[in-house]
């Protein structure tokens, strides 16, 4: 379901603009219908207030927490049930934020997270996203919602844009703490600017070399890292929120002097965090993180050298909730080493040689 379908229920129950505004406002907030000073008999048709329980009962059925899982952080991954029977996971994060999901897999299918191993199933609705905030809300407040979940948001453009937009506005988020991570599409550098609501913007980037990021990212749009560090940054000067980078930190393969280097040359002066995130290990998969010392010597040097880098712990990882670890567990199939064959093309295989996970 997307937000535009209750719009248009609304206004076939007799729900003026006022009234629609009321609605939306109220369940997106996980407020009760019967909030606030003016009861509904009051100000609601009668059309409308006969119609409203159905309706409520509906957006209530269109995800519902089927487990919570909290972490030793304070965080807490969510696994989410879809009305169709489909799975997607949340996560409540430190600090009154929650991370959402846009899409039921993946189809980047980015090596090193378990997403998208089984590709995408479909898409997520705008009225399901907004749905995933609702269920937090009611847990606890939710000041931001970061767009980092399961899926890529630039894929379902249309569901997410609509969902950042009732947020924005009626859902009261402040629109500095909307995020909106893509691993870059030439889509997002144009509809982004055009929105009533402009997110922060966050790009996965993982290495400074376009074959190697492409080995990475084997679905990703064929995106330059200068051209697409260049979007970020006119999209950052243009709305006054500097850009995320991402940086997944692999063992071996992204913590070497080259792409540290790289890094300096890319984003030293930028209106630019990077966010150094060492990678979170996915039972099956080739990869490791670096030593939390040598971690922590790369972000220092980086940060001595130009670059606004943080190094980042993901939240929730004793229970599978970081960053890459998240996935459709009710239909989650074991990840074979066919998978695993598939995933990884033969130049990466090369350069992955020798590094196991410890």
Not at 134 to 154: D, H, S, Y
Not at 159 to 177: P, Q
């Amino acid at each position: 379901m997307r937000i535009d379908d209750i719009r248009q229920r609304l206004r076939a129950l007799g729900a003026g603009p006022s009234h629609e505004q009321r609605v939306l406002r109220l369940w997106s907030q996980a407020l009760s219908q019967d909030a606030g000073k003016r009861r509904p008999e009051d100000f609601l048709p009668r059309s409308l207030r006969d119609g409203l329980p159905g309706l409520v009962a509906e957006l209530d059925g269109l995800a519902r927490v089927q487990s919570a899982h909290p972490a030793a952080d304070g965080s807490a991954r969510l696994l989410v049930a879809l009305a169709d029977g489909l799975g997607v996971e949340s996560v409540l994060l430190p600090r009154d934020g929650l991370c959402v999901s846009t899409q039921v897999g993946c189809a980047v299918g980015c090596v090193f997270c378990m997403t998208g191993r089984d590709g995408l199933l479909r898409q997520v609705g705008s009225a399901e996203i907004v749905a995933q905030v609702v269920l937090a809300r009611r847990q606890r407040a939710v000041k931001k919602v970061v767009f980092m979940g399961m899926g890529e948001p630039a894929h379902n453009l249309d569901n997410v844009m609509e969902a950042i937009e009732l947020l924005g506005t009626l859902g009261g988020v402040a629109h500095k703490n909307l995020v909106f991570s893509t691993v870059g599409d030439r889509r997002v550098f144009e509809r982004l600017p055009a929105g009533p609501v402009k997110p922060a913007l966050a790009l996965s980037l993982h290495s400074t070399d376009a074959e190697a990021r492409a080995r990475l990212l084997p679905r990703a749009p064929r995106i330059d890292p200068a051209e697409l560090v260049a979007l970020g940054e006119a999209y950052a000067r243009a709305t006054g929120y500097p850009i995320q980078y991402q940086w997944t930190l692999l063992d071996g393969i992204n913590d070497t002097p080259a792409e540290m280097d790289g890094l300096v040359r890319l984003l030293a002066g930028k209106y630019a965090l990077l966010n150094m995130i060492p990678y979170n290990r996915v039972d099956g998969l080739p990869f490791a993180r670096p030593a939390p010392e040598r971690a922590e010597a790369l972000a220092r040097g980086l940060h001595r050298r130009g670059v606004l880098t943080k190094l980042r712990q993901s939240a929730g990882q004793d229970v599978d909730a970081g960053c890459g670890q998240l996935r459709s567990r009710p239909d989650a199939r074991t990840l074979s080493a066919s998978n695993v064959d598939r995933a990884i093309t033969p130049p990466l295989r090369t350069h992955l040689e020798g590094h196991q996970p410890a």
